[in-house]
């Protein structure tokens, strides 16, 4: 993807672009609730990353080394930050 688009743009299209093209699919959807924003009610999965993906894409390759938190549908699955 770095190739033809920059780091935020790339990260965009992976995560609010695609979340936004799968409400497209109306009742079809698996998820209720709206998807790729951070605000109450939302469904959202959040990433604290080792470094910033915007400066350097390749981060998000490597999530078990450089993902230091991983939090999916509200539930914290992996904390390396915090005791």
């Known amino acids: 993807m ?8 790339a990260l965009r299209m992976a995560t609010a672009d695609n ?4 409400a497209l699919s109306g009742p079809r959807s698996p998820y209720c ?10 469904l959202a999965d959040l ?5 910033n993906p915007l400066d350097d894409l390749s ?8 993902f230091l938190v991983i939090m999916k ?11």
Not at 19 to 22: K, S
Not at 33 to 42: I, M, N, T
Not at 47 to 51: E, H, M, P
């Open 33 to 42: 609730g709206r998807l790729g924003v951070v605000e109450e009610g939302a």
């Open 73 to 83: 549908d509200g539930k914290v699955h992996k904390n390396t930050v915090a005791p």
């Open 2 to 9: 770095t190739r033809w688009y920059a780091p935020a743009k």
């Open 47 to 51: 990433l604290l990353v080792d470094g």
């Open 59 to 66: 981060l998000v390759a490597d999530a078990a080394r450089n």
């Open 19 to 22: 979340a936004e093209l799968l």
